[in-house]
């Protein structure tokens, strides 16, 4: 099925099964009525429709966050993104499958947005804390500012108050927003370092008036622009990546889409040649899939797969992994070479270590994600996409090698899935069986659902020629 990254956690001691959340069955404005007078928040879980394995990841984070949750929020959920809240403007911008949190106050002002989910409790309890916090600021609420940039057009001071708020609360800034800032901004501010790292820290679009506005002062852009820290720097051309081919997609820009490849390719360093090709190309991917271009994706697929995934070696990867995970063990998660970690006293080992509360009880955690789960979503997400595409016997076949090479990286539920379905529509039905009722016990030992899969074993039993 489709990919979804989250950590493993490795606990150090065993965790047993919890209540589950308690989802209200109120309306949106009857959430908002109870959560006024009960002095709370409204938390709306937006549901996946495309990845069981998310819902199930998010499922697990809010029972370990539950005690802050009932303290703190009246619980709902919902399939999509409300569409009220999706209004036809400039403000901010909604991926077109967003699933996650959004916290909201009585007034159903937005005060905060967590646009993924995590089995560990730490995200949805620091989602609560800022949710309060921006409750409490003396910034203005959401609505009013927007208020006021409807009745203020054209007003810098408005508009950057704005988008402040946007960026706030975690949504990206619409780029016509961030245009017209930068059109607006006075000539005291235009030429400033600080202001070009702060129209930078927006994430423009490609080619956009405001990435042309910081890129044309090309000396202050280069000092403001290398005076941020490399990881920010990485973070915020990823998402001016991301938001740039969401574009090219919802225009079907061909054109603009190879635009953003090329950018794409420009951020990787010379150290890693490959990596700038290979970032483009999957780029391009990204952008036919977008756009069901099922001609140009299978045309290029496999090619980008078999480059880049299919002569890596899993026995190298997995012994990479196996080391990287007993020097984690070594520190007990706290990043400290083992040799200095094993001086220190214990005393203050404990302080160091990474330790989560469940239930009352502190435990220790070490997060660690093995390069091979990696290799295996990225091949997963290949042989998904073409079993979702295609009929053919010729591309079924060639996923069926992509998703079998996964396999010997990382075994995974939703690998096995995929394996097993395009076993199925190869003729291996028998096989297929097997495979499937494996993918089963491994969701049932994880406690995730397993009512999906169960379903295509079912037809496969059956011997249905359809079995999505």
């Known amino acids: 099925m489709l990919k979804s990254y989250f950590f493993i956690l490795l606990a150090l001691c065993s965790v047993g099964v919890f209540a589950q959340p308690h989802f209200s069955t109120l309306t949106f404005e009857e959430a908002a009525k109870k959560a006024d007078k009960e002095n709370k928040l409204v938390m709306l879980v937006i549901t996946s429709e495309k ?26 959920r919902q399939p999509r993104f409300p569409v009220e809240l999706n209004v036809a403007n400039s403000i901010y911008i909604v991926p077109k499958d967003f699933f996650g949190i959004i916290w909201f106050d009585a007034q159903l002002n937005i005060l905060q947005i967590l646009p993924s989910s995590s089995t560990m409790a730490y995200p949805y309890i ?41 960026l706030k609360i975690g949504f990206e800034p619409h780029p016509d927003l961030i245009d017209e800032l930068t059109q607006k901004a006075p000539d005291d501010s235009a030429t400033a370092i600080s202001f070009l790292q702060y129209v930078l820290r ?81 780029l391009m991917l990204t952008y036919y899939k977008g756009v069901n271009d099922t001609v140009n994706y299978m045309r290029n697929v496999f090619s980008f797969y078999e480059r880049y995934y299919m002569n890596i070696k899993p026995e190298d990867i997995r012994k990479e992994d196996s080391l990287a995970q007993l020097k984690l063990l070594k520190t007990n998660g706290s990043g400290i070479p083992p040799e200095i970690f094993a001086q220190i006293p214990d005393s203050i080992r404990v302080k160091l270590s990474k330790t989560t509360s469940v239930q009352g009880v502190q435990r220790n955690m070490i997060q660690f994600t093995p390069r091979g789960q990696f290799y295996a979503n990225a091949l997963n997400e290949g042989a998904w996409d073409v079993y979702t ?28 899935d ?27 030992t ?12 079912n037809k496969m039993k059956q011997g249905e020629e359809n079995i999505d």
């Open 446 to 457: 994880m406690r995730f659902s397993t009512a999906a899969f169960e379903t295509v074993l």
């Open 389 to 416: 595409f295609s009929k053919n016997a010729a591309y079924l076949s060639k996923a069926l090698l992509l998703a079998k090479r996964g396999l010997e990286f990382y075994e995974s539920a939703e690998l096995i």
């Open 126 to 166: 620091q989602g609560i804390q800022r949710a309060i916090a921006e409750m409490r600021s003396n910034t203005g609420s959401f609505k009013e500012l927007k208020h006021n940039y409807y009745n203020k057009v054209g007003d810098f001071v408005v508009i950057r108050k704005l988008v402040d708020k946007v």
């Open 202 to 282: 927006c994430a423009p679009i490609v080619g956009s008036t405001a990435q042309k506005f910081v890129e044309k002062q090309k000396d202050n852009y280069m000092i403001a622009w290398y005076n941020m820290p490399l990881r920010e720097r990485q973070v915020i051309n990823s998402r001016i990546t991301f938001k740039s081919i969401n574009k090219a997609i919802e225009d079907k820009n061909l054109s603009f889409a190879y635009q953003v490849a090329a950018f794409r390719q420009t951020t990787y360093t010379t150290d890693k040649p490959e990596e700038g090709p290979k970032a483009n190309m999957q």
């Open 418 to 444: 995929t394996y097993a379905r395009l076993l199925y529509r190869t003729g291996n039905k028998m096989e297929a069986i097997n495979w499937e009722e494996k993918a089963i016990k491994i969701r049932s």
């Open 51 to 76: 990845c069981v394995q998310c819902n199930d990841v998010a499922e697990a984070g809010l029972v370990a966050a539950k005690k802050s949750i009932d303290s703190n929020c009246i619980l709902i």
